[in-house]
């Protein structure tokens, strides 16, 4: 995006529409639209013009417009000013005001009516503002970017969970009409290939995306650097599924677990679904194969034949179970030799936010196209009892729908929207990217939904402590007498609506019951105090792994006097190897080589302010040479050469080996 000033020849007309968009609101719907009425319309700046062409997308009407002298310079909606003639670009700056400041735990009811702020789009982002709404709309998720800063700012400057934050601090808090994500979008485009570039892309794949780096970026802020397998994403919207093969000569069973962000579902044919009605009921006549050929065809070709499929049998068609002959079979362990066998595949946990998407985009490598089937879905009391692997056992299986998100045009060409649930009040809204609509739930019902976003149904014992919570939050804090510090992070779990587990403290507070010293200062970032009473009710239903820290608790002197030592290491370390570096000539005389991994982990702990990211262990040298010791080619890549006293000097605190003295030519290569 260039600069406002003289970017182009008709600077004096771009430069009175930016001041003109800032200003004052143009009366857009007064516009005469072209003949697309393509919503992202670019609107003509010439005084006394009220055109409307669209621009970028359908056929750049605009384009022929901006032909005429006076006429070059136009307004999208997301207030970005266009100069056609010179194909330059400017906006206005941002406002001033600083985003929102997160608020307390305890003023999260004076949310209930917020949540209904636009996004602007920024040259074809709509799948990327669907994704966004519905990702900030679920509870745990806009929790923990509301009411965990001190998680989020563990992670890098400008990362997206950082970038999230703002953005959703902005939809839930800030009085505005709509929001302008520029960094978020800019963050994305240059993250990603698929989503670089200025096309439309699928909102599907944004939000998965979107959760993969949050995963990514929250495995290691929770401990100040150590990696957790276990972030609120993999906690909350992960759940884990079952393929269950059957040896049809033996009976032997092979199960496999896999974990999954989303169930990705088949919109079935009425002759698939007459197939599986048939299959369930044991009707081997419908089955057979010139009787099931017409019968098929009719089905699915008949106008007289619904269309319509429900959510229920989606899921059936994905649990029922699939015959492996012929090409497919299958190799048995047992029998050691392919076999016909059975597979079928159940959901082994549910997960308490569960994103299904439907298959609506097929490519077969020369076309594609998108399927229009109508689906069906509840949005209350969607039962998943019946495809889990065991349902006798499986508890809390009803969940309610949060939010869809729709895709509006054909296989190539289309719009984006979002339907969702204000999340602690039950209305919805129709997010269509700055227009934000209430709507009710018989228009949600008929939408024909792409990505559906469903959360488990809260059971009554969970409900009553959170009521409990809640109360004790706003009437009984200011007076308790003993208060007690407790994890943002934790709190966000249980609030948002799902199994916390047990009170976990240990991102703020250590063993012993104290604070832990590279975070005592900004404890109030990762913890909020609760009265005892509550702490104590949360205990008695959930337990701890720790003990509970009391606000009078100070940093403790054991793990304090630890992590002074271990800072002194760390500068001891950092001091020696740069004296080592500079001993004995120049910096290119570089002869031994040490392994990548272990010397990235050494550096990691020696720019670690945090008591949990431990020094490596001893030197590994041992996966980059072979039988004789010599360094392989492999091992040429997995090292890095570095000059002896620096190697020695290592190699004096933590041992190991063996050592590799590299030649000049190879020096070039391990760099």
């Known amino acids: 995006m260039d600069s406002i000033d003289s970017i182009c020849e008709h600077h004096e007309a771009l430069l009175a529409e930016i001041q003109n968009v800032g200003t004052v609101k143009r009366p857009y719907e007064k516009y005469v639209a072209c003949e697309c009425k393509c919503k992202y319309a670019l609107f003509c700046a010439a005084p006394g013009c009220q055109v409307a062409m669209c621009d970028v997308c359908c056929k750049g009407h605009y384009k022929i417009h901006a032909k005429e002298p006076g006429h070059e310079v136009g307004v999208r909606q997301d207030r970005v000013v266009v100069c056609w003639a010179c194909h330059r670009s400017a906006s206005p700056p941002p406002p001033s005001s600083p985003p929102p400041t997160p608020p307390a735990l305890t003023t999260l009811p004076s949310l209930q009516e917020r949540g209904n702020t636009g996004l602007f789009n920024l040259l074809n982002t709509c799948y990327l503002n669907a994704a966004l709404q519905a990702l900030a709309h679920i509870p745990v998720v806009a929790s923990l970017f509301l009411d965990c800063p001190g998680l989020i700012a563990e992670t890098k400057p400008n990362s997206l969970c950082q970038l999230l934050s703002v953005v959703v601090a902005q939809l839930w808090l800030s009085d505005a009409r709509a929001v302008l994500p520029r960094d978020l979008v800019a963050f994305v485009r240059a993250s990603s290939p698929t989503f670089s570039g200025y096309g439309q892309q699928d909102s599907e794949e944004l939000f998965r995306f979107v959760l993969d780096k949050m995963h990514s970026e929250l495995a290691t802020a929770r401990t100040g650097g150590v990696v957790e397998k276990e972030t609120l994403v993999s906690h909350a919207l992960q759940g884990t599924s079952a393929s269950i093969i059957t040896c049809e000569t033996c009976g032997e069973v092979s199960t496999t677990a896999e974990p999954f962000l989303d169930l990705s579902l088949e919109l079935p044919r009425p002759s698939s679904l007459a197939r599986l009605a048939a299959a369930q009921a044991s009707d081997l006549s419908a089955q057979t194969s010139l009787f099931s050929w017409f019968s098929s065809y009719y089905m699915d070709h008949s106008p007289f034949s619904s269309s319509e499929v429900a959510l229920a049998d989606c899921l ?35 997960p308490d936010v569960l994103c299904i998407v439907l298959k609506r985009f097929s490519h077969d490598g020369y076309s594609g196209h998108k399927v229009t089937r109508q689906c069906s879905f509840p949005l209350e009391g969607l039962d998943l009892n019946e495809f889990t692997e065991t349902p006798a056992t499986m508890p809390d299986s009803v969940f309610d729908l949060l939010s869809i998100v729709c895709h509006q045009g054909s296989y190539g060409y289309g719009h984006y929207v979002t339907y969702a649930r204000q999340p602690l009040e039950n209305r919805w809204y129709c997010f269509d990217d700055t227009d934000v609509i209430p709507t009710d739930p018989a228009t949600v019902a008929c939408q024909q939904a792409y990505m559906l976003i469903y959360r488990k149904r ?214």
């Not at 649990?319 to 959901?347: D, F, V, W």
């Open 316 to 350: 059936r068609a994905y649990t029922h179970p699939e015959h492996l002959t012929g090409a497919n079979q299958y190799h048995c362990a047992k029998c050691k030799s392919l076999q016909n066998a059975t597979k079928m595949m159940r959901i082994r946990s549910l």
């Open 458 to 671: 809260v059971n009554t014992t969970q409900q009553q402590v959170l009521t409990r919570l809640r109360t004790l939050l706003g009437f009984g804090a200011a007076s308790a007498d003993c208060k007690v510090w407790i994890s943002r992070y934790w709190l966000c779990r249980l609030t948002g609506g799902g199994t916390p587990g047990p009170i976990d403290n240990s991102e703020f507070a250590c063993p012993h019951g104290g604070l832990l010293a590279f975070r005592a200062t900004k404890v109030d970032k990762f913890a909020v105090q609760v009265p005892l009473e509550a702490w104590q009710m949360l205990f008695d239903r959930f337990g701890s792994v720790g003990p509970a820290v009391v606000s009078a608790a100070g940093v403790c002197d054991h793990c304090k006097a630890a992590w002074h030592a271990l800072q002194t290491r760390r500068w001891r370390e950092e001091q020696g190897a740069a004296r080592a570096l500079q001993r004995d000539g120049p910096a290119t005389a570089a002869t031994m080589a040490i392994s990548k991994a272990w010397l990235q982990t050494w550096t990691k702990f020696i720019e670690s302010t945090s008591a949990a990211v431990l020094p490596p262990g001893p030197i590994d040298n041992k996966g980059l040479v072979d039988d004789g010791g010599e360094l392989t080619a492999a091992g040429l890549r997995g090292c890095m050469a570095v000059r002896e006293p620096f190697y020695r000097f290592l190699h004096g605190i933590y041992g190991g080996g063996p050592e590799i003295h590299i030649a000049r030519e190879e020096q070039q290569d391990s760099q």
